[in-house]
C-alpha cells in the first residue's frame, strides 16, 4: 500500500489544523493505521492509531485530549485532527499502515510509511 499524508503548514500557537491521509489499494481496511512524528534533534514517536474498523483507538498522552485520529474506508483515507497545538507539536507528521488490523504503538510494527507532511506551531 502506498501511503500520501497532506495537510501540514503554518498555524499559531491554540489553532487546528487536520492532516489527511490518502491510502492506494484495495486493502486499506485491512490495515491498522497510525500517526507518528519527529521533531528536529529528536526520535520519531508514536502519536495516534486505530484499528481497521475505527472502533479502537489509541493516543500518546501528549496529545490525548487534543488530537482525534479518524478513518473513512470508504475513500481508502485516515485523518489527524489537530486541537490546541502548541510549539511543541511542530514535527514533520507520518501517517503508517500497520502489518496487522489493529494499529499498534511501536513504529517497528508498521510496513508501510508516507512522506511525512510538516506542522509548524508559531508561538
Known amino acids: 500500500v502506498q501511503l500520501q499524508a497532506s495537510g501540514g503548514g503554518l498555524v499559531q500557537a491554540g489553532g487546528s489544523l487536520r492532516l489527511s491521509c490518502a491510502a492506494s489499494?484495495?486493502?486499506?481496511?485491512?490495515?491498522?493505521m497510525g500517526w507518528f512524528r519527529q521533531a528536529p534533534g529528536k526520535e520519531r514517536e508514536f502519536i495516534a492509531s486505530?484499528?481497521?474498523?475505527?472502533?479502537?483507538?489509541d493516543y500518546a498522552d501528549s496529545v490525548k485530549g487534543r488530537f482525534i485520529i479518524s478513518r473513512d474506508n470508504a475513500k481508502n483515507t485516515v485523518y489527524l485532527q489537530m486541537n490546541s497545538l502548541n510549539s511543541e507539536d511542530t514535527a514533520v507528521y507520518y501517517c503508517?499502515?500497520?502489518?496487522?488490523?489493529?494499529?499498534?504503538?511501536?513504529?517497528?510494527?508498521?510496513?508501510?510509511w508516507g512522506q511525512g507532511t510538516l506542522v509548524t506551531v508559531s508561538s
Open positions: 489499494g484495495r486493502t486499506f481496511r485491512s490495515y491498522g
Open positions: 486505530i484499528n481497521w474498523s475505527g472502533g479502537s483507538t
Open positions: 503508517a499502515a500497520d502489518r496487522s488490523t489493529r494499529g499498534r504503538l511501536h513504529d517497528y510494527d508498521y510496513s508501510y
